[in-house]
């Protein structure tokens, strides 16, 4: 199957710092990617949908100003957690489209202090 | 708002039973998804599932789509421990590329 890398894996970073995780589609050109939230023994929520060459669709309940997503290239997409505080400690998976699949990547654990 | 429930949402079952776990909705998809998931990993897809009726078999795991493509079942033969993981249903709706995640359902199958 297709692969999505993501960076990075794991990240700590301190309360009101800005953080930046990247997500690549490495044999396959994506021009939506998709971003995901976690929590502990739970399922996917989706939190937002990245085009390329477009603004994110954000899903109902999430902060555009504090995740700011970027899709820039059909190969890459970043999302960047701004002022993030503790509570913003979670879990984030992306995603690419293929077709009829999407392709998940490895996740990144974000733990704010 | 489409809704897809998975159940059961927690398994523990003994090394070579057998279980079923089941997606339904009362909408229409026009692809199905089956993920499993390790701790700390991201999701990996077992397979799709496109047409109604569709069964899909990946060694010891069964896959059927529902003749009306509103539900779905994932049948794991001879459960061993390394069938433990957290299993996603996923749909993708009719209208556009909108993927539904059902909740999930954890598997610990002891040896």
């Known amino acids: 199957g297709a692969v999505v890398s993501q960076h990075p894996s794991r990240v700590i970073c301190k309360s009101g710092t800005s953080v930046k995780i990247e997500c690549r589609s490495l044999?396959?050109?994506?021009?939506?990617m998709f971003w995901y939230r976690q929590f502990p023994k739970k399922s996917l929520m989706l939190m937002a949908t990245?085009?390329?060459?477009?603004?994110?669709?954000?899903e109902q309940g999430v902060e555009k100003d504090k995740f700011l997503i970027n899709h820039a290239s059909l190969t890459l997409s970043t999302l960047t957690v701004t002022s993030a505080h503790p509570e913003d400690s979670s879990f984030y998976i992306c995603?690419?489209?293929?077709?009829?699949?999407?392709?998940f990547g490895p996740g990144t654990r974000l733990t704010v202090l | 708002t489409q809704l897809l429930e998975q159940s059961p949402q927690f398994l523990s079952i003994q090394e070579g039973e057998n279980l079923t776990v089941y997606c339904n909705s009362s909408?229409?998809?026009?692809?199905l998804q089956w993920y499993r998931q390790e701790p700390g990993e991201g999701p990996v897809l077992l397979v799709t599932?496109?047409?109604?009726?569709e069964v899909k078999k990946l060694k010891r795991l069964t896959f059927q789509f529902g003749d009306a493509r509103k539900d779905s079942s994932l049948h794991i033969t001879a459960a061993q421990p390394g069938d433990t993981g957290l299993y996603l249903c996923?749909?993708?709706?009719?209208?556009?590329?909108?993927?539904?995640f059902g909740a999930g359902t954890r598997l610990f199958v002891k040896a």
């Open positions: 044999d396959f050109q994506a021009t939506t």
């Open positions: 995603s690419a489209r293929s077709g009829h699949e999407q392709f």
């Open positions: 996923a749909g993708e709706n009719t209208g556009g590329f909108k993927t539904i």
């Open positions: 599932v496109v047409t109604g009726g």
């Open positions: 909408s229409v998809f026009s692809s």
């Open positions: 990245s085009n390329e060459g477009s603004k994110a669709t954000y």
